[in-house]
């Protein structure tokens, strides 16, 4: 039986063109957000109701006193067993939705009903942003639609450096092992996040709070 679909992001592939952020917003069609210069390539600073897919940008020195300057694509996980769907399930198990053959995690407009505190605060990756007017959480939705018709997300399509790897869960699972073996000759903290719990799975070759805070569970 399909496990369903998975993404492998690799990230020392990524270079941080932002082609993926780019293209979320093109096929989405979410508008633009207006930004401040805050001294960081990071733009805009965070998620929100209408950005979905995020490259953070994180520098710092290492304990050798190297620097680092990491990039990180940041989107939902796509969690094998959600705790967003989890926290509202209770309530109304319409309001959040698991496809059946992807595993994508769909946050519906009956998401509405629900507070910060249901859906935000127990996503442990921090992805879902209420949208201030219309009061629907929302995020990155596997780019379903696309899916539907043959194509791949779209952040996928567009990465050109391999990046982002889309398909069938089986042969991410494999990917990414193989890849995280290859990377631990030169950088022994390699390793994939969280890999049995996420639909969306990170390689690093360090560790994965230097990336991001909210890298892994
Ligand atoms: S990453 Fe967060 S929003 Fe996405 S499926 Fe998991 S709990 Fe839900
Ligand atoms: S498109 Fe690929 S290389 Fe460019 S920022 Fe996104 S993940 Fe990195």
């Known amino acids: 039986m399909s496990q369903g679909k998975s993404m492998l992001i690799d990230t020392s592939k990524c270079t941080a ?55 990180w694509s940041d989107m939902c996980r796509h969690c094998v067993n959600p705790p967003c769907k989890m926290s509202t399930d209770g309530v109304d198990p319409t309001a ?16 509405r009903a629900f ?6 605060a127990v996503c442990p990756y921090d992805v879902p942003r209420q949208d201030a007017k219309t009061k629907v959480f929302r995020k990155c939705t596997m780019c379903l639609d696309r899916l539907g018709a043959g ?36 950088y022994p903290k390699a390793q994939a996040v969280d890999p049995q719990d996420v639909r969306v799975i990170y390689i690093v070759t360090d560790d994965p709070a230097r990336y991001n805070k909210h890298a892994a569970a």
């Open 17 to 71: 063109c932002r082609g993926c952020q780019v293209a979320c917003k093109q096929w989405n069609n979410l508008p633009a957000t207006k930004t401040t210069q805050r001294g960081t390539y990071q733009n805009p600073e965070d998620f929100s109701a209408d950005t979905w897919k995020l490259v953070r940008f994180a520098e710092g020195r290492a304990e050798n006193g190297k620097p680092y300057w990491y990039f």
């Open 96 to 111: 959040i939705l698991q496809d059946e053959a992807t595993g994508a995690v769909i946050h519906t407009e009956k998401t």
């Open 115 to 120: 507070t910060a505190s249901d859906i935000r």
């Open 151 to 186: 194509k791949m997300p779209a952040c996928a399509q567009s990465c050109p450096t391999g990046t982002v790897v889309f398909g069938e869960r089986e042969d991410i699972l494999k990917l990414a092992a193989a890849r995280v073996s290859e990377l631990k000759k030169t």
